[in-house]
């Protein structure tokens, strides 16, 4: 059973994420200007010599897996939640440093995509969860993509809705450490518009 560590950048958030391999979850690199901005959101709440959030193509490194996989077993009290619209995504991240942890729906979607900053691999990336699938949602950024790292954007997708059908058949959004018995989140989120966070980055 391969158990990977999770943590925050300066250590007082770690959990586990239980029984994950290549195989069992789904790796690929999102550049959607929501992820983007919720890097911006972290960047200005500042993260000083924290390791980049966001690659050279503006995408976030994130693996999809089983929300019920993931332990946090320390620091909850340091979670905190951004949400860029009513309805969006939750995107949970840890306020001691700022490091991104992932993202999720509401307490019934099963999955939680956890963002690279928040794996300690003890071997490597590529050994723990593969190489990266491709890069999906690129039509937001500018920069050109070598088709050797691209990937098929519509086979990840395929494969990662493939995946979240078969855990919620199997019932894995619980129990889950972002939400409680009742299905609130843990802590409220803050909501911010992604059009005020990217305000402020042009303005700097
Ligand atoms: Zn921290
Ligand atoms: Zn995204």
Redesign the pocket.
């Known amino acids: 059973m391969a158990e990977i560590k999770l943590a925050?950048?300066?250590?007082?958030?770690q959990g586990q994420a239980h029984d994950m391999d290549a195989q069992k979850g789904n790796r690929l690199t999102c550049c959607c200007y929501d992820c983007q901005a919720f890097a911006f959101y972290l960047m200005e709440l500042g993260r000083s010599n924290h390791p980049a959030i966001l690659d050279q193509y503006s995408g976030t490194d994130i693996f999809q897996m089983p929300i019920s996989n993931l332990t946090i077993d320390q620091?909850i009290e340091?979670i905190a939640c951004i949400r860029l619209s009513d309805k969006g995504m939750n995107r949970w991240y840890?306020k001691?440093?700022n490091?991104p942890i992932g993202n999720t729906l509401g307490r019934n979607m099963p999955f939680i995509g956890v963002v690279h900053n928040f794996m300690r691999h003890q071997t490597s990336r590529v050994d723990e969860i593969g190489q990266n699938r491709a890069y999906v949602q690129t039509h937001e950024i500018k920069k050109q993509i070598p088709s050797a790292l691209k990937g098929s954007s519509a086979k990840a997708v395929m494969r990662g809705i493939g995946k979240i059908l078969s855990w919620k058949l199997k019932g894995l959004n619980r129990p889950s450490v972002f939400f409680t018995q009742e299905g609130s989140p843990i802590v409220s989120p803050i909501i911010k518009r992604k059009s005020e966070i990217m305000q402020n980055i042009k303005t700097n």
């Open positions: 925050c950048d300066c250590g007082k958030v620091g340091e840890a001691c440093c490091t």
